[in-house]
Nanobody, 125 residues
Framework: QAQLAESGGGLVQSGGSLRLSCRGS????????IGWFRQTPGKEREVVAC????????YYADSVKGRFTISRDNAKNTVYLQMTSLKPAAPAVYYC??????????????????WGQGTQVTVSS
């Protein structure tokens, strides 16, 4: 059974850093497009970053470009989201997802097949 599990969220001050982890079980993340999304209450889940299955090319939302980095550790079957220079914002839940049919970058949450339970990130001012 394919499963994803996020960890690493928490409370951090403005300007700080966090590293989120997305560990897969039951399938190999290396062979799938993996995306990180975030969601705040009352809003749609939006893509933050994505790493493709085909060539590990990456995509970042404009709001995080230059501050966030998505990467894989294939030996640990884990995808990371390194977040730096965090800005004050409403608490958000970060989710990782797997789009098992995509070969390239996938930005639409409805196309993802598997999701983790989410991890909350709060950035205080």
């Amino acid at each position: 059974q394919a499963q994803l599990a996020e960890s690493g969220g928490g409370l951090v001050q403005s300007g700080g850093s966090l590293r989120l982890s997305c560990r897969g079980s039951g399938f190999t993340l290396e062979y799938n497009t993996i995306g990180w999304f975030r969601q705040t209450p009352g809003k749609e889940r939006e893509v933050v970053a994505c790493i493709s299955s085909s060539d590990s090319s990456t995509y970042y939302a404009d709001s995080v470009k230059g501050r966030f980095t998505i990467s894989r550790d294939n030996a640990k079957n884990t995808v990371y989201l390194q977040m730096t220079s965090l800005k004050p914002a409403a608490p958000a839940v970060y989710y990782c997802g797997a789009d098992i049919e995509a070969m390239g970058i996938s930005k639409v949450s409805s196309e993802y097949n598997y999701w983790g339970q989410g991890t909350q990130v709060t950035v205080s001012s």
